[in-house]
């Protein structure tokens, strides 16, 4: 234990050192996010490169773990340069912006990777071999989805001051608890070792964010999160610690598998980013970033107790937590959601559903005129196509017809200061929705505004 409080000590400390210049390498203009999006909420540009200031002292934790026990080169192998790839993949996207589909495709050969390294989830025991089942040829595609879904998860919760690293942070500690019961030492301390990194960026991270994780540092965490909890479980019942990993993610899933389940029914791309995550709804309701945080943070370390009840108790404890999760699944549909009944939740759809082709005739818009900005010479060209497009879409124009209560305007940010303005009719859909439909065509505005400037 005594070990365990060294490495995260040391660790805080490193990144309390580093990430102060970390932010002042980014201020000189590489890796910054601007509020370039609606759903930004920040005034200046921001420093997206926080995961630098995890990954060093995660770096060196492992050198120290190395240097005491060599011979464990073979079994932190994969882990470790799994965690690097995925880093530099998503510090590239915080660099160079990389599309959807590219990252995926490499956060799977990522994955494919450490598996034929060994780290895999292979046969599934618990409890102390009361059961156990033998994957088989199904162990590569467990592995894979694995490794692939948590860093996801983590970086879909990503977009709050805070979050991300401080859920991170308290799964981190309680991988190290599970670690130290097992009598995996090394675990222990790598763990904590990240707990550590987590807490001195969080110095610069809470509310108001000074830096942001950005996609390589939530890639980071949720990729030592899934590979831990394999590593930890090698030894061990791996179905007791994926259940307490899952557990303690209550949050982050609950909110990705609301995130995933909207974008479909409404017809937008998986991996579409709004801003309606739980954090963005309790925010509309008035509260404060800091009480939404820490109050997220409370929640995390009781599903994370939870979780490791189901190791301390030997798998009695499965029900309550499972049912701590399903209550927490419906006070996020009756109070952010706003479904009271089955009725609500059928309005709701149907909503949903018959907006969707809107929604897809946009986007179909939305490619075609990412193709005329580059076959188009002139802007004189280009813009009355764009201008007729969006009327085709359902936009009006307030110079040509007067616009009175029945009209909505909405802004669109895309250069963090003067918002694009449009304007639309309420009689054939909310303003929200139509919201939505804007920012389907905001990056045929960047692109055009950067051609002709």
Known sequence: MIFSLLFFISAFLVALVITPFVIKFSRGGIGLDHANESRK??????????????MIPLTLAMGVILWVHPAQLGQ??????????????????DIKSVRARWKLVGQIAIAVLVYFLGLSIDRVTYPMGMWSVQLGAWSFF??????????????????????????????????GIV????????????????????????CFNFPPARIYLGDGGAYLIGFFIAGLSLTSSQKGSIAAVLLVTVVALGIPILDT?????????????????????????????????????????????????????????????????????????????????????????MKKMDRMISQRRVVQYALLQAQVLDMEVDRCKRPTEF?????????????????????????????????????WTLHAPLSEGTKMEWKRIAECFRPIYVKAKAKWR
């Open 257 to 345: 598998s609301m995130a995933l389940v909207r974008r479909a029914l409404r017809g937008f791309p998986l991996f579409h980013a709004d801003d309606e995550h739980i954090h963005h709804k309790l925010e509309k309701l008035g509260f404060s970033k800091r009480r939404i945080v820490l109050g997220m943070y409370g929640v995390c370390v009781v599903l994370s107790v939870l979780g490791l009840s189901i190791i301390w108790s030997q798998g009695q404890t499965i029900p309550i937590a499972i049912g701590a999760v399903f209550l927490l699944a419906l006070f996020a549909l009756r109070y952010l959601l706003f479904v009271k009944t089955w009725e609500d939740a």
């Open 179 to 202: 670690a130290l019961y097992a009598q995996q030492l090394s675990e222990a301390w790598y763990a904590f070792a990240m707990a550590g990194a987590l807490l001195g960026f969080l």
């Open 41 to 54: 909420s920040q005034t200046i540009p921001i420093p997206r490169l926080g995961g630098i200031g995890i």
């Open 76 to 93: 932190w192998l994969s882990l470790y340069l799994g965690m690097a790839l995925i880093f530099t993949l998503g510090l590239w996207d």
């Open 383 to 419: 813009w009355p196509i764009f201008h007729q497009t969006l009327h085709r879409v359902g936009f009006v124009d307030s110079s040509k017809q007067p616009l009175d209560e029945n009209y909505c305007a909405i802004e669109v940010k895309y250069n963090g200061t003067v918002p």
């Open 142 to 175: 467990a592995t894979v989805f694995w490794l692939i879904a948590v860093p996801n998860i983590v970086n879909l919760i990503d977009g709050f001051d805070g979050l991300a690293g401080g859920l991170g942070m308290f799964m981190a500690l309680t991988l």
